[in-house]
């Protein structure tokens, strides 16, 4: 063991320094990925004088997500407390599904589920929770209990009802995926046009819901976004609920992006409402600065979760406490310990420190925007609180820019598209960058769309 931490050791400070050095990595064109690292496996052993060069190849190739060029993906950055807690979880090796082999990590996670509920506006004592591998995973366990809420029978003996469940426009592709998952038919996915801001319009929520009982179909789910995935928008939680309450639909907020603003006094006010919601899911890995995965679901009412995900095996529960035996309310059986990650940067930084962590990353979007408001060369597509920028430089087609500055090794951002138009979207959930590293990324595109001509 002592020998491979020392391998540890030694890979983790080289690739922190080639970072500096190298923030981005060259691509590796996929046709040559096989001839340029030794990656087929091999009947015969390989030593450590071989193995550790071909471990170390591999490592520095791989794209660099904490780096201070990274602006890809709804992820990144690197806080060292919260990996500190993944590297332990990962060598202490429980799995979370009962309280005898999780012990106190089990408790660890009860703590944070309940202040989370508490933070969503839920009865802690009422409410429970649970993790899964991702925001895909934890929506499709609303959607399931959404189902079961609607018909106890679904889960024995199949779908007996047209359901229909609605979605903005702007939301997840998890959610249609999700739904033929469940058995309930993507064809009855209702995708609800959102307003000009990407906000799902709840005038036409209702009307929907409306169209699809006087058809003799049965509402069943709503998922609203606190967060959509390409401009950061959040949709009118209270209004949505309120709905739902009406037409006994079951109201999920998919706040995987950004329902982490429950930590903010400034920003939680887009997810009012929050309250009247079934389930509400956040991810830690996006805004709270955690490693990859880190995927929370809390539900108002916990007998939802049992009545969905309960099981028994005799071989696993051997303790009386089902309270502390989660197992009994996961899709998974063994389940890698997520949670203790996002407990040792909670109790190092302190629930104020999640919420600067947050906040900062809203700063950082918004200096953004002012940047590119204040420049003719810019076109911005977005506005108020969102942690995504996405506006266009010149007149550069997005898709050539963000393809030319990732195979040139410059900047790793993406594209998106909201309605008709295409655009840069720059993503600012990577908390340890400063206003330098922002004003950075704009004078570094900038000189690169000069210098190629672009
Ligand atoms: N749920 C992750 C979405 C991926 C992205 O747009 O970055």
Known sequence: MQKDLDIFVQLVNEMLEDEVANPVVVPIPVERLYDEIDIQLNDEPMIDEDFVPVLRKLVLNTPKTASKLFFNQLFGGRNSKAILGELLSVIMNNSMYTYKVGGPQIGVEKAIIRKISTLVGYDADAAEGTLAPGGSMTNLMGLLMARDAKDPNAKTEGMSMRMISYTSAESHYSLPKNVSFAGMGRDNVRFIEADDYGRMKPELLEKSIQEDIEKGYTPTFVNATAGTTVLGAFDPLRSIGEICKKYDVWFHVDGAYCGSVIFSDKLR??????????????NAHKMLSTPLSCSIIVVREKKRLYDTFANKASYLYQTENDEFNPGKISMQCGRRNDTLKLWTLWKSVGTNGLEDIVDHQFDLAQKARDYCA???????????????????????DPKVLCNKLYDDAEIMVGYGKFRDQEFVRLVTVNASNSHEDLANFFTKMEAFAEVNNL
């Open 269 to 282: 006010k887009h997810i009012d409402g929050s309250e009247l919601a079934d389930s509400f899911t956040l």
């Open 374 to 396: 204040d420049n003719p060369n810019y076109t911005l597509y977005n506005t108020g609180d969102s942690v995504a920028v996405c506006f266009n430089y010149k007149d550069i």
